[in-house]
């Protein structure tokens, strides 16, 4: 199989040739010197064409070296082109797959063109990475489609809060959103009668966006070597900014001086959370609760406690597990490492806001450590969680895991800090 980064090398330095010799012939047909801009441009386009060369000449190098042992061992089975070229069926005990090798940056030959004219023009090249979704301009519902640029949970991450909450594009350098300090309240009024006012109150917030970003740097040969070599940076680098946009979030809900607080009657997880549940519902908001975020590791002691009495588990049809996820008293479960251990928030998703500016993508740059054959991958995203409702949330300390003594079903809401 011919070697497909050499081919694309080759390519991008025969582009640079051919504008290097445009320029000489337009100024031999004028009968002139290059003008000082010329020159400039031609020595950019040289300054470029070395290090691909000498690039070009090390993959030809090991390349050769590679088709001399594969001849050594198999003479009769190689063509004579120069390259590697194994024929589907010819190894013993199967056959070789004729797959082409994708490129090692994970870029369409469009995008691997602008990566050389922003070279060749020394302007900066960040862009999203074919694939990767575009900025959001609208304002989704909660539950509704958002860009989905992370990794699917087969990568081993956990999932995105930002799917369950209300999601809008953002300008500017802030975000801005109203919070609802005071809920609103309504009465019956009499035929003729003046409406009385409800009493809400709404503030205007603003904060700047957070940049969440991080970066790894990988060989030229490591990206040649393995075809999923970029994919798999692409993935464990956008699932870290998935794991701290979970935090930016709950940071929002946990830091927000207007959610409820629970006071837990009773040593039982479940009826903990059965209880958060009930405060918000009877609090100002009156809002229903649809959602649970709580640490993985409280997770199996919350279902798994056992009742003394019986020894059966306490969860039973509290826990619904189908084909949509997981569900704890009719709430969604996410769970988070941003949440504290021995912790559990519980509210309503579409109260928070999650502001993105700039989503997350990837930027890929093979030139500023080239001369260390080395490609630098950076995955990064501006944006703002903002709490709209803050008292359709509450946070609920669990008790302590073990087996209950008792489990009491009462509940008990007060207004947080």
């Known amino acids: 199989m011919p ?8 390519g991008d330095y025969q582009t640079l040739v051919d504008q290097y010799e445009t320029i000489i012939t337009r100024c031999a047909d004028d009968g002139r010197d290059p003008t000082g801009d010329e020159a400039a441009e031609l020595d950019g386009l040289r300054s470029e064409m070395r290090p691909l060369g000498d690039r070009l000449i090390e993959l030809r190098e090991d390349d050769d070296r590679r088709l001399a042992a594969v001849r050594a061992v198999t003479p009769d089975r190689v063509d004579t082109g120069g390259t590697a070229d194994l024929v589907a069926g010819s190894w013993p005990g199967g056959s070789v797959e004729g797959r082409v090798r994708p490129s090692p940056l994970v870029c369409s030959d469009g995008m691997l063109r602008e990566i050389m004219e922003a070279v060749r ?10 694939g990767v979704q575009g900025r959001a301009t609208v304002t989704v519902p909660a539950g509704g489609v958002v860009p989905d640029w992370l990794p699917p949970i087969a990568y081993g991450r956990e999932p995105r809060i930002a799917e369950a909450v ?14 609802v300090t005071t809920p609103a309240a309504a009465t019956v009024v009499a035929e003729g009668a003046a409406k009385p006012d409800s009493g809400m109150v709404l503030t205007r917030k603003s904060s700047p966006y957070e940049k969440l970003a991080c970066f790894t740097d990988a060989s030229m040969e490591l990206l040649s070597d393995f075809n999923s070599t970029q994919a798999l940076i692409n993935a464990e680098l956008l699932g870290a900014i998935n794991t701290l946009e979970n935090g930016e979030i709950v940071g929002a809900i946990s830091g927000n001086a207007g959610i409820l607080t629970v006071t837990v009657v009773g040593t039982s997880r479940l009826h903990a959370i059965l209880q958060a549940q009930a405060a918000v519902r009877a609090g100002a908001s009156k809002a229903w609760p649809d959602t649970v975020l709580m640490n993985p590791t409280d997770w199996p002691s919350t279902i798994g406690q056992e009742a003394t009495t019986s020894g059966q588990l306490q969860a039973g049809a509290a826990v619904v597990v189908d084909g949509t996820g997981t569900r704890l008293w009719g709430m969604d479960v996410l769970l988070t490492v941003q949440v504290p251990a021995g912790t559990a928030y519980i509210g309503l998703a579409s109260a928070v806001l999650y502001v993105t500016r700039d989503p997350a993508h990837v930027i890929i740059d093979p030139w500023t450590s080239l001369k260390s054959n080395l490609v630098t991958t950076v995955a990064e995203m501006r944006s703002k969680a903002g709490l709209q409702r803050p008292q359709s949330w ?12 008792t489990a009491e079903a009462a509940s008990s809401g007060k207004a947080g800090k």
Do not use: C, Y
């Open 394 to 405: 509450a946070k609920v300390t669990l008790p302590a895991a073990g087996t209950p003594a």
């Open 166 to 179: 209300t999601n809008a594009g953002g300008i500017g350098s802030e975000a801005d959103w109203l919070e």
């Open 3 to 10: 070697n497909r980064l050499m081919q694309r090398l080759a």
């Open 121 to 130: 023009t020394r302007s900066s090249f960040d862009q999203a990475i074919d």
